[in-house]
């Protein structure tokens, strides 16, 4: 019974966007340009919300680009795999999300991005000699803020909703902070924390990520 809610839960792993926003050396870069971004992940995942954290741990990758399109809009496809496990269960996600966002110049400084996501995630549950599958698709919606603070040093907060299954509702909240070596490559650390209503579900995520502009 446990196992069967874990994978209704689960569901969450479908989100993980980063920021399409930037810095050169003294501003934000120009918002034609493209992005790619590699991250490696570092995840525990509680289902019980037990003070004991019986919880699973694990690591994953994700790589995500993003191909601007009349200046201010953009396209994007994204791909992540994570596996995590406890004492005897195995938890394997494959995800993939594409979508469509945009942004907005909020001063010199500042900008505003929005995102409408479609996702496909399966996940995998090994059990022993059991192993099943299941596979959902939705959608979500993304708001997010970057703020430079100083020069080559850009912070970054995000919230997104999306909903796989009819019953239950997933939240994802990203805080972060990237720096700029070069006009054209970054590299930064984000936190991520995942919940689901209806559920104690609850996931912890910490990424480092490594970002391109061509």
Known sequence: MKTKLSLTSFAL???????????SAFTLPAQSLNQLTVSG???EIDFDGSANQTAFDGSGARAEVKLQWQNDWYVGLAGEFLETRDDSVDLFSDELTAGIGTHYVLNANTRFFSELLVHRLTIE?????TRSEDQDTGPGIKLGIAHQAQTNLTLFASARYSRLT???RYWQTELGAFYMFNPSTALG????????SE??????SYLFNVHFWF
């Open 199 to 204: 559920t104690d579900y609850r996931q912890d």
């Open 189 to 196: 650390l984000s936190y991520q924390r995942r919940t689901a």
């Open 13 to 23: 792993l479908a989100s993980c966007s980063l920021p399409a926003v930037a810095q």
């Open 125 to 129: 549950t090994e059990d022993g000699d």
């Open 166 to 168: 009819r019953e239950v």
């Open 41 to 43: 992940i570092s995840t």
